[in-house]
């Protein structure tokens, strides 16, 4: 069954490294590009910020003497304006305990360069030439005091060339898609002209506080028994027994049995006037759920499996698969999906799953099933799901989103940790992204991505 499951997993992954091998002939496209990761750490709020020429005219008079070409003395002597003028263009401000205060200083920029293009593909920017392949890089600061994380970040950004691509007159702005990692968390987001901001706000309860929670295992009710009833039985005993002894010892044969009648009816008496008396007998393991339970547990264990690689950091991930998948497939389940994509990364570009939706739950049986390392048996379901997940490529500014549908058997198990996805069969998959697709929800995780050209300092 272990194939299974990561055939399922890896369906999802080659499709997203379709779409990528896809993308790397549509892209760069020629006009206006701009690449935007942001990264709180520990004592600074930091934007990695590359663009080409054509973006960097949009926002400023560079003053060089040829307009497909940037000399490195004219980079350098752009230094100050550019961090002058991109202190205007993104603004940062940074609240809570230990962040610098609302009236955040202008950013330090740093490590500026200039990349050397690929002249080959120069066929692709018919419009804007050379102007459309040359990009410069550089980062920006933003300080973080106190050594405490900020409650909250928000990001202004207000440069929105016009889409060069679009049919539309006048053409649109561009909608810029960005990256922001924080909290050991990749989230994806959007900027545009319409809303231009995006407020970051930190999430407590490390791992588990962007964990869905997923309800216990029941136990087992094994009833209880009343104070009384054991004095009773107690009584009775005694009684019973020494009327025994005493017909055997002196030939009586109402004297003990009156005797124990009496006290048998005070203990009855006793029982019935103070039922409140009673000890709980001991949980005798995981009972096994009703349908309704089942759904309920298995909607956020199913969630949680995608939700794991929003972590930027590889034992994050592993923690957080550990939260929904069985011990023995973890491991090997980690490896594949991990392997797969650094491999997706190679295109230049990375989907990552920003969205599951479940379309229909079908509780196929529940009782108590094989434990896959052989201890026994356990209380568990099989359901059946039909769900469609939402994939996002980002490449330079843009966002191109994918949704396929899946109609999936998972196999759940009580284990001593709690439920778990043991087991899991694909029945079908298509392709429904398009016209007739459901509008995706905001955005959620995000994909990093390498630039696309080298840079030098």
């Not at 759920?289 to 264990?301: H, K, N, Q, V, Y």
């Not at 899991?424 to 298509?430: F, N, R, Y």
């Given at each position: 069954m272990r194939r299974l499951i990561f055939g399922f997993l890896a369906v999802i992954l080659l499709s997203a490294r379709s779409a990528t091998a896809a993308l790397t002939l549509l892209h760069p496209q020629d006009g206006p590009h701009v690449d935007l990761k942001f990264e709180l750490r520990s004592d600074a709020f930091v934007a990695d910020i590359s663009m080409n020429l054509v973006f960097l005219d949009y926002i400023m008079d560079t003053g060089r003497e040829q307009p497909d070409k940037l000399e490195a003395?004219?980079?350098?002597?752009l230094l100050d304006r550019l961090q002058a003028r991109m202190a205007e263009v993104c603004r940062v401000t940074i609240a809570g305990a230990g962040a610098a205060p609302p009236a955040t200083p202008a950013p330090t920029l740093a490590a500026l360069a200039m990349n050397d293009p690929d002249e080959s593909l120069l066929p692709l920017f018919p419009r804007s030439g050379l102007r459309g392949l040359r990009k410069?890089?550089?980062?920006?600061?933003?300080?973080?005091?106190?050594?405490?994380?900020?409650k909250s970040v928000s990001i202004v950004w207000q440069a929105f060339p016009p889409d060069e691509l679009s049919t539309l007159d006048p053409k649109p702005p561009l909608v810029l898609a960005a990256e922001l990692t924080a909290e050991g968390v990749r989230s994806q987001l959007e900027f545009r002209s319409t809303e231009p901001e995006f407020i970051w706000r930190s999430t407590p309860g490390g791992m588990r506080g962007r964990l869905l929670a997923v309800p216990e295992p029941a136990k087992q009710a094994?009833?209880?028994?009343?104070?009384?009833?054991?004095?009773?039985?107690?009584?009775?005993g005694i009684a019973i027994a020494r009327g025994l002894r005493r017909r055997v010892g002196t030939g009586s044969a109402r004297r003990p049995w009156i005797v124990a009648i009496g006290a048998s009816s005070l203990a009855v008496a006793c029982a019935w006037s103070a039922p409140w008396l009673r000890v709980a007998l001991p949980t005798s393991g995981?009972?096994?759920?009703?349908?309704?339970?089942?759904?309920?547990?298995?909607?956020?264990?199913?969630?949680?499996l995608y939700r794991a690689f929003d972590f930027s950091d590889e034992v994050a991930v592993y923690d957080a698969l550990a939260e929904s998948v069985d011990g023995p497939l973890l491991e090997d389940l980690y490896l594949t999906i991990h392997r797969s994509l650094v491999a997706q990364e190679e295109g230049g570009a990375m989907s990552r799953v920003r969205a599951v939706r479940e379309l229909e739950n079908?509780?196929?049986?529940?009782?108590?099933?094989?434990?896959?390392?052989?201890?026994?048996?356990?209380?568990?379901?099989?359901?059946?799901?039909?769900?469609?997940?939402?994939g996002r490529v980002t490449h330079w500014g843009h966002s191109h989103d994918r949704t396929n549908e899946y109609r999936t058997r998972y196999t759940v198990l009580a284990r001593p940790s709690g439920w778990r996805i043991a087991e899991?069969?694909?029945?079908?998959?298509?392709?429904?992204d398009g016209?007739?697709?459901p509008a995706?929800?905001?955005?959620?995780?995000?994909?990093?991505e390498d630039p696309n050209a080298p840079f030098d300092a």
């Open positions: 003395s004219e980079l350098e002597g410069i890089k550089f980062t920006l600061s933003w300080p973080v005091a106190g050594g405490t994380a900020p094994a009833g209880s028994v009343s104070l009384p009833a054991l004095a009773f039985a107690a009584v009775a995981p009972s096994t759920p009703t349908s309704a339970e089942a759904i309920a547990i298995f909607g956020p264990l199913h969630a949680n079908h509780v196929d049986s529940i009782g108590l099933l094989k434990q896959l390392d052989g201890a026994g048996e356990t209380p568990g379901f099989v359901i059946t799901c039909r769900y469609q997940v939402d899991t069969e694909v029945l079908e998959q298509s392709r429904v016209v007739d697709a995706a929800p905001a955005p959620t995780p995000a994909a990093k």
